[in-house]
């Protein structure tokens, strides 16, 4: 008996692209914007023509937690919503009610599970971000300290000329 996977998954093609399109469409609602400036530092970050700045670094460093602290809540509101379908779903098979529902509250979950995984990726992806531009800015402070801009104190001329009294006094000429 042979299996033909590739029918499988052309007969399921449609299905697969509506479940991707409704992920994004979620992803997209709750959070997309809040990832869209750490996806700006991340470029900045990556860029090997020019080098972050120190501006950028501290953005990262101070403003980035922030943004992850305001997603982990919206993705706490959003795991929620997750328990909700799932205990739905446990309610729908004890009834026995309508199939077709079932399929699609448990299509539901499969996506919503799928947007909290992609999430949970870019939230530990943006930990690693943080901590890369923690050490690119300790590295740079070391450097200053180790380096800094040093006073030079040279021996200036003596910009005085001498009036012709026999070379006693120095008299200066402005």
């Not at 779903?89 to 399929?103: A, F, G, T």
């Amino acid at each position: 008996m042979s299996v033909d996977i590739s029918k499988a998954t052309e007969s399921l093609r449609e299905d697969f692209e509506a479940a991707d399109s409704l992920v994004d469409e979620i992803y997209t609602k709750y959070f997309s914007e809040r990832f869209k400036r750490i996806s700006d530092l991340e470029v900045a970050f990556r860029n090997t023509d020019t080098p972050i700045t120190d501006e950028q670094l501290e953005q990262i460093i101070t403003a980035v937690p922030m943004d992850l602290y305001m997603i982990s809540s919206n993705l706490a509101q959003f795991k929620q919503h997750h328990e909700i379908v799932k205990l739905t779903n446990k309610q729908r098979k004890k009834s026995k009610l309508d199939e077709d529902i079932d399929v699609e509250y448990q299509l539901m979950a499969i996506v919503y599970n799928s947007v909290i995984d992609r999430v949970e990726c870019q939230i530990s992806f943006t930990k690693e971000l943080i901590m890369g531009a923690k050490k690119i800015w300790d590295a740079r402070r070391r450097t200053d300290t180790a380096n800094p801009i040093k006073d030079t104190y040279v021996d200036l001329p003596d910009y005085t000329k001498s009036i012709n009294d026999g070379g006693r006094t120095n008299v200066p000429i402005f």
